[in-house]
């Protein structure tokens, strides 16, 4: 947690985990409440995940410091991975680094700088993507169709989970057989350093 500057880490389950960062995503108009604490999973089937709203790769005022920190964590560890995922419908957003270097960043939400964020070549699920739409594996859209572009943009709006699975894990795809090793914690964020938070001190 050194590397992301976490603080006070308190053991938590994942349903508590759950209900906190999903209170703190329902905040007050202008609070910036939503990126002072995230919730650090044990390893699970060799992985660390990471989770809370701090760590959007897509968030005008994160994505900078977003990729920075993917970056410094793939360079350590080999690779690291950051995701946007609206369920309502919201869209996807993607970042993908590996060796100190980031290979994919991606978003699809419908917003007018979608395209400025995107990195990098697509990544292999992505390629397969495509191709079933008899698209380019490059993402080049220049000569598709309307409807091809329409079928892709629909395809992307949903494709963050899809993505994390198929670079290593999912936690919309965590089950009781889901090997895991340690104890998940909830941390303060550089952000949220020297707030109060009544039930971390329960955890």
């Given amino acids: 947690m050194e590397i992301l500057g976490l603080s006070l880490p308190r053991p938590i389950t994942f349903a508590e985990a759950q209900e906190v960062i999903d209170e703190d995503g329902h905040g007050e108009p202008g609070s910036r409440d939503h990126l002072s604490r995230v919730f650090v999973t044990p390893e699970v089937d060799g992985w660390t995940l990471v989770i809370g709203a701090w760590c959007d790769p897509f ?13 410094a964590l793939s360079a350590r560890y ?22 100190g270097c980031a290979v994919r960043r991606y978003a699809a939400t419908g917003e007018p700088d979608d395209k400025s964020l995107t990195l990098g070549n697509p990544l292999p699920y992505e390629q397969v ?9 490059d993402g080049d859209l220049r000569t598709a169709s309307v409807e091809q572009i329409d079928e892709w943009t629909l395809a992307a709006f949903d494709m963050a989970p899809e993505i994390a699975a198929a670079c290593g894990v999912s936690p919309f795809t965590l089950t009781h057989d889901t090997k895991v090793c340690g104890t998940g914690v ?18």
Avoid: H, M
């Fill in 59 to 71: 968030d005008g005022e994160r994505r900078e410091d977003v990729l920075r920190l993917c970056r």
């Fill in 78 to 99: 080999g690779g690291a991975q950051a995701y946007y995922y609206g369920a309502q419908g919201d869209g996807s957003a993607w970042l993908v680094a590996e060796n």
């Fill in 129 to 137: 993507r495509l191709l079933e739409l008899g698209l380019s594996v």
């Fill in 186 to 203: 909830l941390a303060i964020t550089p952000e949220g350093a020297g707030r109060a938070f009544e039930d971390t001190e329960d955890c």
